[in-house]
Protein backbone atom coordinates (compact mmCIF):
# COMPACT_ATOMS: atom_id res chain seq x y z
CA UNK A 1 0.00 0.00 0.00
CA UNK A 2 1.51 3.63 -1.22
CA UNK A 3 1.60 5.77 1.76
CA UNK A 4 2.78 9.32 0.86
CA UNK A 5 3.96 11.77 4.00
CA UNK A 6 4.75 15.49 3.37
CA UNK A 7 6.33 17.88 5.86
CA UNK A 8 6.43 20.35 7.16
CA UNK A 9 2.53 20.05 7.12
CA UNK A 10 2.42 24.06 8.27
CA UNK A 11 4.97 26.43 6.80
CA UNK A 12 4.94 30.00 7.61
CA UNK A 13 8.04 32.30 5.87
CA UNK A 14 9.02 35.57 5.09
CA UNK A 15 9.37 37.16 1.39
CA UNK A 16 12.41 37.08 -0.11
CA UNK A 17 13.53 32.99 2.10
CA UNK A 18 14.68 29.89 0.39
CA UNK A 19 12.69 26.72 1.78
CA UNK A 20 12.06 23.05 1.00
CA UNK A 21 8.97 20.88 1.22
CA UNK A 22 9.58 17.27 1.76
CA UNK A 23 7.53 14.12 -0.10
CA UNK A 24 8.15 10.41 1.30
CA UNK A 25 6.54 7.96 -0.16
CA UNK A 26 6.64 4.44 0.99
CA UNK A 27 6.82 2.15 -1.47
CA UNK A 28 7.40 2.09 -5.31
CA UNK A 29 5.52 4.74 -7.14
CA UNK A 30 5.91 5.03 -11.20
CA UNK A 31 5.29 9.17 -10.95
CA UNK A 32 5.08 11.84 -8.60
CA UNK A 33 2.85 14.60 -8.54
CA UNK A 34 3.12 18.26 -7.09
CA UNK A 35 -0.44 20.31 -6.82
CA UNK A 36 -1.26 23.53 -6.01
CA UNK A 37 -4.50 24.37 -4.50
CA UNK A 38 -5.79 27.73 -3.28
CA UNK A 39 -8.36 28.23 -0.62
CA UNK A 40 -11.44 26.87 -1.26
CA UNK A 41 -10.67 26.20 -5.08
CA UNK A 42 -9.86 22.86 -7.26
CA UNK A 43 -5.96 21.38 -7.57
CA UNK A 44 -3.82 23.40 -9.97
CA UNK A 45 -1.26 20.91 -11.66
CA UNK A 46 2.18 22.05 -10.61
CA UNK A 47 4.68 19.04 -11.86
CA UNK A 48 4.87 15.54 -13.23
CA UNK A 49 8.13 13.78 -12.44
CA UNK A 50 8.14 10.71 -14.12
CA UNK A 51 11.77 9.09 -13.43
CA UNK A 52 14.57 9.02 -11.28
CA UNK A 53 16.66 12.22 -10.84
CA UNK A 54 14.35 14.12 -12.73
CA UNK A 55 14.29 18.37 -11.70
CA UNK A 56 11.40 20.45 -13.24
CA UNK A 57 11.07 24.68 -12.75
CA UNK A 58 9.15 26.79 -13.06
CA UNK A 59 9.32 30.76 -11.58
CA UNK A 60 10.12 30.13 -8.15
CA UNK A 61 9.42 26.98 -7.64
CA UNK A 62 11.52 23.66 -8.48
CA UNK A 63 10.63 20.22 -8.16
CA UNK A 64 13.09 16.90 -8.11
CA UNK A 65 12.56 13.22 -7.74
CA UNK A 66 14.69 10.56 -5.87
CA UNK A 67 13.02 7.18 -6.54
CA UNK A 68 15.63 5.49 -4.58
CA UNK A 69 15.23 7.64 -1.70
CA UNK A 70 11.90 7.67 -2.21
CA UNK A 71 11.99 11.18 -1.95
CA UNK A 72 10.67 14.08 -3.87
CA UNK A 73 11.09 18.02 -2.98
CA UNK A 74 9.48 21.31 -3.76
CA UNK A 75 12.34 24.06 -3.26
CA UNK A 76 10.89 27.67 -2.88
CA UNK A 77 13.41 29.99 -4.09
CA UNK A 78 13.14 33.81 -2.90
CA UNK A 79 9.16 33.67 -1.69
CA UNK A 80 6.60 36.27 -2.46
CA UNK A 81 3.06 36.65 -1.17
CA UNK A 82 1.30 35.10 -4.38
CA UNK A 83 3.34 31.70 -3.56
CA UNK A 84 0.58 31.42 -0.40
CA UNK A 85 -1.40 28.38 -0.58
CA UNK A 86 -1.22 24.78 0.19
CA UNK A 87 0.96 22.21 -1.79
CA UNK A 88 -0.01 18.60 -2.65
CA UNK A 89 2.46 15.74 -3.56
CA UNK A 90 0.75 12.38 -4.64
CA UNK A 91 2.28 9.46 -6.01
CA UNK A 92 0.49 6.75 -8.65
CA UNK A 93 0.54 3.51 -7.38
CA UNK A 94 2.58 1.03 -9.76
CA UNK A 95 0.98 -0.97 -12.28
CA UNK A 96 -1.19 0.56 -14.61
CA UNK A 97 -3.90 2.00 -12.34
CA UNK A 98 -4.23 5.30 -12.42
CA UNK A 99 -5.16 6.09 -9.13
CA UNK A 100 -2.87 8.66 -7.05
CA UNK A 101 -2.49 8.85 -3.29
CA UNK A 102 -2.38 12.21 -1.39
CA UNK A 103 -0.33 13.57 1.16
CA UNK A 104 -2.21 15.71 3.46
CA UNK A 105 -0.64 18.88 1.98
CA UNK A 106 1.64 21.67 3.37
CA UNK A 107 -0.08 25.10 3.58
CA UNK A 108 2.51 27.77 2.50
CA UNK A 109 2.16 30.96 4.37
CA UNK A 110 4.52 33.92 2.90
CA UNK A 111 4.86 36.79 5.34
CA UNK A 112 5.51 40.53 3.67
CA UNK B 1 -12.55 25.62 -23.98
CA UNK B 2 -12.21 22.29 -22.79
CA UNK B 3 -12.64 21.38 -19.30
CA UNK B 4 -14.47 19.51 -16.12
CA UNK B 5 -17.41 21.11 -15.28
CA UNK B 6 -18.93 20.06 -11.71
CA UNK B 7 -22.37 21.21 -9.96
CA UNK B 8 -23.53 22.05 -8.52
CA UNK B 9 -21.25 24.37 -6.32
CA UNK B 10 -22.17 24.52 -2.91
CA UNK B 11 -25.00 21.80 -2.19
CA UNK B 12 -27.34 21.58 1.35
CA UNK B 13 -28.62 18.48 2.66
CA UNK B 14 -30.97 17.33 5.19
CA UNK B 15 -29.34 14.02 6.88
CA UNK B 16 -31.36 10.86 5.35
CA UNK B 17 -31.54 12.31 1.72
CA UNK B 18 -29.68 10.94 -1.40
CA UNK B 19 -28.08 13.41 -3.60
CA UNK B 20 -26.30 13.45 -6.89
CA UNK B 21 -23.08 15.56 -7.79
CA UNK B 22 -22.59 16.23 -11.22
CA UNK B 23 -19.32 16.00 -13.62
CA UNK B 24 -18.57 16.34 -16.59
CA UNK B 25 -15.74 16.83 -19.09
CA UNK B 26 -14.85 17.83 -23.17
CA UNK B 27 -11.65 16.31 -22.41
CA UNK B 28 -12.26 13.05 -24.44
CA UNK B 29 -10.81 11.81 -21.55
CA UNK B 30 -11.06 7.80 -20.72
CA UNK B 31 -10.60 7.91 -16.91
CA UNK B 32 -12.30 9.56 -14.32
CA UNK B 33 -11.99 10.44 -10.81
CA UNK B 34 -14.48 11.27 -7.61
CA UNK B 35 -12.16 12.20 -4.35
CA UNK B 36 -13.01 13.59 -1.08
CA UNK B 37 -11.02 16.17 0.82
CA UNK B 38 -11.99 16.98 4.48
CA UNK B 39 -10.33 20.37 6.02
CA UNK B 40 -7.25 19.78 6.42
CA UNK B 41 -6.53 16.99 4.99
CA UNK B 42 -5.41 15.57 1.62
CA UNK B 43 -7.76 13.76 -1.17
CA UNK B 44 -9.02 10.39 -0.59
CA UNK B 45 -9.84 8.48 -3.85
CA UNK B 46 -14.26 7.60 -3.49
CA UNK B 47 -14.28 5.70 -7.07
CA UNK B 48 -12.88 6.06 -10.84
CA UNK B 49 -13.63 4.65 -14.11
CA UNK B 50 -11.30 3.74 -16.83
CA UNK B 51 -13.40 2.98 -19.31
CA UNK B 52 -17.38 3.74 -20.12
CA UNK B 53 -19.92 1.47 -18.12
CA UNK B 54 -17.16 0.20 -15.82
CA UNK B 55 -16.01 1.41 -12.38
CA UNK B 56 -13.70 0.64 -9.53
CA UNK B 57 -13.96 1.14 -5.59
CA UNK B 58 -11.01 3.48 -4.64
CA UNK B 59 -10.71 3.91 -1.02
CA UNK B 60 -13.78 5.20 0.98
CA UNK B 61 -16.45 3.65 -1.44
CA UNK B 62 -18.84 3.18 1.42
CA UNK B 63 -22.11 5.03 1.30
CA UNK B 64 -21.49 6.34 -2.30
CA UNK B 65 -22.63 5.10 -5.49
CA UNK B 66 -21.44 6.08 -9.84
CA UNK B 67 -22.56 5.51 -13.15
CA UNK B 68 -20.84 5.84 -15.75
CA UNK B 69 -23.24 5.81 -19.12
CA UNK B 70 -21.22 7.93 -21.24
CA UNK B 71 -17.62 8.95 -21.42
CA UNK B 72 -18.29 12.56 -21.03
CA UNK B 73 -20.28 12.32 -17.38
CA UNK B 74 -19.74 10.23 -13.81
CA UNK B 75 -21.86 11.57 -11.36
CA UNK B 76 -21.75 10.77 -7.78
CA UNK B 77 -24.61 9.64 -5.77
CA UNK B 78 -24.11 10.76 -2.17
CA UNK B 79 -26.29 8.18 -0.43
CA UNK B 80 -27.88 8.38 3.32
CA UNK B 81 -26.32 5.68 4.41
CA UNK B 82 -22.81 8.00 4.33
CA UNK B 83 -22.65 8.99 8.24
CA UNK B 84 -20.34 11.71 7.53
CA UNK B 85 -21.06 13.76 3.73
CA UNK B 86 -19.76 16.96 4.85
CA UNK B 87 -16.71 17.69 2.60
CA UNK B 88 -15.47 19.30 -0.60
CA UNK B 89 -15.85 17.14 -4.05
CA UNK B 90 -13.43 16.91 -6.43
CA UNK B 91 -14.19 15.07 -9.55
CA UNK B 92 -10.66 14.53 -11.97
CA UNK B 93 -9.89 12.96 -15.01
CA UNK B 94 -7.10 11.69 -17.33
CA UNK B 95 -6.64 10.31 -20.62
CA UNK B 96 -6.40 6.58 -19.02
CA UNK B 97 -3.59 4.68 -18.92
CA UNK B 98 -1.79 6.46 -21.36
CA UNK B 99 -2.38 9.89 -19.40
CA UNK B 100 0.02 11.32 -17.32
CA UNK B 101 -1.37 13.89 -15.65
CA UNK B 102 -5.26 14.36 -13.91
CA UNK B 103 -7.11 17.20 -14.21
CA UNK B 104 -9.37 18.70 -11.29
CA UNK B 105 -12.68 20.40 -12.07
CA UNK B 106 -13.91 23.37 -9.83
CA UNK B 107 -15.13 20.95 -6.94
CA UNK B 108 -18.50 20.68 -4.70
CA UNK B 109 -18.88 21.64 -1.51
CA UNK B 110 -21.69 19.96 0.14
CA UNK B 111 -22.86 20.41 3.78
CA UNK B 112 -25.65 18.33 5.48
CA UNK B 113 -27.92 20.41 7.36
Known amino acids: ELKVEQNPLFLSMQEGKNYTIYCNYSTTSDRLYWYRQDPGKSLESLFVLLSNGAVKQEGRLMASLDTKARLSTLHITAAVHDLSATYFCAGRIQGGSEKLVFGKGTKLTVNP | ?113
Open chain 2, 1 to 113: DGGITQSPKYLFRKEGQNVTLSCEQNLNHDAMYWYRQDPGQGLRLIYYSQIVNDFQKGDIAEGYSVSREKKESFPLTVTSAQKNPTAFYLCASSEGLAGVEQFFGPGTRLTVL
